[in-house]
C-alpha cells in the first residue's frame, strides 16, 4: 500500500435512510406548499393586522395582532358547531379566543363563548344562548 491510496474507506457517520426518489420529491414539495402558506399567513397577519379562515357559513379560523398601548400580542379564535347542523338551518357555536401576550398590563385570560343562530332566507340571526352542557 503506498503512501498516496486511503487505508480504508470508512463508512458514513449519518443515518442512511432508503427513500425513493419519488417519495423525497414530495416531501420537498409538501414543506414547500406548507412553508409558502405559512408565510402567506404572516404577511397577511402583518400588513392586515388579521387573517381569517373561513369553515362554512358560521364557522371560522381567525388569527389577528393586538396592537394596543398597554397590550400586545396575538390572538387565535376558532369556532366549532356543539348542536344542530348548517345545513338544518339551526345551530349553536361555541368560539374560543386564545391570547398570546408579548406585553401586557394584567394578565389576559382565554375566553369562551357560546351563541346560537338560525337562518333565515340567506342570513344567519342570532337565535339566544347555547343550553346548557350535560353533566
Same mark, same amino acid.
Given at each position: 500500500?503506498?503512501?498516496?491510496?486511503? /487505508?480504508?474507506?470508512?463508512?458514513?457517520?449519518? $443515518?442512511? #435512510?432508503?427513500? +425513493?426518489? %419519488? =417519495?423525497?420529491?414530495?416531501?420537498?414539495?409538501? /414543506?414547500?406548499?406548507?412553508?409558502?402558506?405559512l $408565510?402567506? #399567513?404572516?404577511? +397577511?397577519? %402583518? =400588513?392586515?393586522?388579521?387573517?381569517?379562515?373561513?369553515?362554512?357559513?358560521?364557522?371560522?379560523?381567525?388569527?389577528?395582532?393586538?396592537?394596543?398601548? %398597554?397590550?400586545?400580542?396575538?390572538?387565535?379564535?376558532?369556532?366549532?358547531?356543539?348542536?344542530?347542523?348548517?345545513?338544518?338551518?339551526e345551530?349553536?357555536?361555541?368560539?374560543?379566543?386564545?391570547?398570546?401576550?408579548?406585553?401586557?398590563?394584567?394578565?389576559?385570560?382565554?375566553?369562551?363563548?357560546?351563541?346560537?343562530?338560525?337562518?333565515?332566507?340567506?342570513?344567519?340571526?342570532?337565535?339566544?344562548?347555547?343550553?346548557?352542557?350535560?353533566?
Amino acid at each position: 500500500m503506498s503512501d498516496s491510496e486511503p /487505508a480504508e474507506t470508512t463508512e458514513s457517520q449519518g $443515518l442512511n #435512510v432508503n427513500v +425513493s426518489p %419519488a =417519495l423525497g420529491c414530495i416531501s420537498i414539495v409538501l /414543506a414547500a406548499v406548507f412553508a409558502a402558506g405559512l $408565510l402567506l #399567513v404572516i404577511l +397577511s397577519v %402583518a =400588513l392586515r393586522g388579521e387573517a381569517r379562515f373561513d369553515k362554512g357559513d358560521l364557522g371560522e379560523l381567525r388569527v389577528w395582532l393586538i396592537r394596543e398601548t %398597554a397590550n400586545q400580542g396575538l390572538a387565535i379564535s376558532t369556532t366549532r358547531i356543539v348542536s344542530g347542523r348548517e345545513s338544518e338551518g339551526e345551530a349553536c357555536i361555541r368560539t374560543t379566543a386564545r391570547f398570546l401576550m408579548v406585553r401586557s398590563a394584567q394578565e389576559v385570560e382565554d375566553v369562551v363563548f357560546c351563541d346560537c343562530y338560525e337562518k333565515q332566507g340567506e342570513t344567519w340571526v342570532g337565535g339566544g344562548d347555547c343550553p346548557a352542557p350535560n353533566p
